[in-house]
C-alpha cells in the first residue's frame, strides 16, 4: 500500500468520540497550534534579584513621563511595584499609633509580645515598628508577622532571641503602623449573594434573632432589644413591626451597641409611623440568610486587586475595600488612600479617553455596599464624587442582575459585566456624563480577571461556556469545554485570569482545577483561527509584552515572576510537551486489521523528539504500545510494526533545549488479515 499522509486539523478537540470527530487531536501539554500544526510553546525564566509576597490577582506595567519601567502587582498580602528593577513595598497604612512599653520579652525565646488596646489586626497581618527602644537584649524594628492572641494583645516573631525576659519594653515612643490586612488569594467557605433564601432559615440552622420591645423616632432610630446578640456593624433584617412598619424587611447595620440597645446606622425613623408593638430582629450574613461560616455551601470573595493607571500614577483598588493612589514622583512612599472615593467597590478603572474615575459595587454614601452602583469621580479630578452643577461626578445603579463582576474598557465604550447582564457604559458629557444600556443577557464571566479584550472584540470565560462581544454577545465554540469546566475547582473562580500573547495570537485563560489551591491549569484558544490548547502551569496572572516590556510576564502563586517565550525551557529545567492524537483508520476497512508499518516524519526538530505508536482492535479495547521511537532533525523513518484496526500516536520531548514543530509525517498501511 502507498503512503498515506497523517494530516491532522489543527487544535485539541477532546469532548468528542474519536470516531464522530475524524482525525483529531484529543490532548496536548505546553503545545500550541500555529498555521494548523502543532509546536511546543516557548519556554520562560524566573526573575532572580526579587519576588512578590503572596499570591497576585493583578499586575500592570508601564513607564513614567521620567523613562521609569515600573511592574506593580497587587497580591492577598501585598501592593508592591518594581521601579527600574527595584521593588518597593507601598502596601497602604491601615492604621497607625504610638505605643508606650508595649513589648514583653522572655529570655532565649525570639517571640515578643505587643500589647496595643483594641489593635483592629488579625492573624497573619503586617505591622511596622520604629523608633523603639532596646529591651531583653534585642530592638523591635522593622516588619513583621503578627499572630492574633486577644482583641488587645499580639506576638512577633524577632529575627534573634531575646537574651534577657523584661516586659513594658520599647520606650514611649513606638510607632506602630499596621499595614493593609492580609486577604484571601482565594474564595473561602463563607456567606455572599445565594448563600440563603432572603429571610428564611436553611435546614437545620438555627436563626440569630431577637424580640424587639421599643423603636424611637429619632435619627438615628434606636431599637430596643433585651439582651441582644448583636455586634456594631452587623447586618440585621427587621420584621414584623406593628406601627414603623416603614422598617419592615429592611436590612439594617448595627451601631452603638448597648446590652439592651442598638442604633439604625444611617436611617432617620423620625418621619416613620410610631411604633407600636413587636417586631423581630434577625442577623444577616452577607447578603443571604443567617447561618455561619461553615454552614454555608458558598464562598467568600478573594481580596482581588484592580490596578489602573491615571497618568503615571497608580491606583489600585482592593475588591470589597478602599481605593488608593500611588505617586510615581515619590516611589517608595506608600499608596494612600483617595480621598472621598467610595469606601467600598468591588472593582475600579479610569475611563479613556474622558479620564473619570469609576467605581463598581460602590458605596453610595460610603456607609453600605450597592453591589450593582456604578460611580464616577468628576472628569480629571479623582477626589471629587458628589454631583453638582459645576461637575461631571455622579452614579448609576444597574436593574439586572445581583452584582457587578467585571468592567473592561473598549474602543469606544466601557463592558460592565453583571452576574446576569452586559451593559455598555458610554461617555456622552453633560449633563448625564454617561449613558448606559443592556447589550446582552446571561453567560456572566467566572471573575473580574476572566475578561479580555483583543482589538475591540472581548472575550471571557463563564460557568459553562466561553463568550465573546464583537457588537452582540456570543458563544465562542470550543471543542474543550468538557474538559475544561468538568475538571475545575468551582469554589475557586476567583482564581481564573485571562491573559493575551498578540504575538501567537492567543488568549490563555488560567484555572485552578482538581483539587489544587491556586490557579495549576491553563486553557488557550488562537483568536483568529479558533484553534484551542490546554495543559498545567503555575501562573496567577499574566500580561503580555509592551513597547518596552520584552517578552510576556507571569506571576506563580508564590510570588515569583517569570518572562515567557524566552528560550525553550522551564527555567533551566526540562518541558515535558506533548500532543496526542485521537484514534482513527486509514483506510476503512471493515473486519480487517491494518499493519502500521513505517512513518516517514515532518518535523523540526532542535534536540529530540518521540513518536509512541498505540494500535488497537476495537473502540475501548486493549491497547498495544510501539515505541517510544527516538526522533531527530536526522531521522529519515521509523519502523512501527504496529497492527491493529485502529491507531492513534503521541509526539513528547522531555529533554533541556528541545524544540519541535511537527508537520504532516506519511505512515505505510497494510492489510494485515481479518480481526476477528
Known sequence: MSLIKLNIPGGTVSDRSDYSSGPVWKSTEKVRFQQGLPEKIGGWTSEVNWSFTGTPS?????????????????????????VNDSLTDITPANSSVTLNGAFDMVDESAIVTVHDVAHGAED?????????????GITVTGEYILTFVDA?????????????????????????????????????????????????????????????????????????????????????????????????GNSYTVANKATNTFQLSGTNTSAFTSYGSAGTATKLFGWGFGVTASESNVTLEADLWSLSLWGEDLIATRRNGKSYLWDATTPTTRAAVISNAPTISKLSLVSVPDRHMVCFGATPDNTAEDPLLVRWSDQEDFTTWTPAAANTAGSQRLQQGSKIVAAVQTRDQILVFTDDALYGMQFQGPPFTFSFRILGTGGAPLSQNSVANVNGTVYWMGSEHFYLYDGSVKVLPSPVRDHVFDSMENTLDDSVYSGINRSFTEIWWFYTADGGTSANRYVCVNYKTNEWHFGSLDRSVWLDDSSWLTSPIAINSNGTLYYHENGFDDDGAAITSSVESGAFEIPETGDKLLLVDRMIPDSTVSGNLSVTLFVSKYPGGTETTKGPFPLTENTEKISLRGRGRQFRIKVESTGIQDYWKWGIPRVEIKSDGKGF
Do not use: C
Open 152 to 248: 488587645n494583645t499580639y506576638t512577633i516573631q524577632h529575627p534573634s532571641a531575646a537574651t534577657s525576659t523584661a516586659t513594658g519594653q520599647g520606650g514611649s515612643s513606638i510607632a506602630t503602623v499596621y499595614l493593609l490586612g492580609t486577604g484571601n488569594s482565594v474564595g473561602t467557605a463563607g456567606l455572599g449573594w445565594g448563600a440563603g433564601t432572603w429571610g428564611t432559615p436553611r435546614t437545620g440552622t438555627t436563626p440569630v434573632t431577637d424580640t424587639i420591645t421599643g423603636i424611637t423616632a429619632a435619627n438615628p432610630g434606636v431599637v430596643t432589644a433585651g439582651n441582644h446578640p448583636f455586634s456594631n456593624g452587623d447586618l440585621v433584617r427587621i420584621t414584623d413591626v406593628v406601627g414603623m412598619v416603614e422598617l419592615n
Open 58 to 82: 493583578d499586575v500592570l506595567a508601564w513607564q513614567t513621563l521620567g523613562g521609569d519601567s515600573v511592574i506593580a502587582v497587587g497580591t492577598n498580602k501585598k501592593l508592591q511595584i518594581v
Open 124 to 136: 497573619g497581618d503586617y505591622v511596622v515598628f520604629s523608633g523603639a527602644t532596646a529591651g531583653g
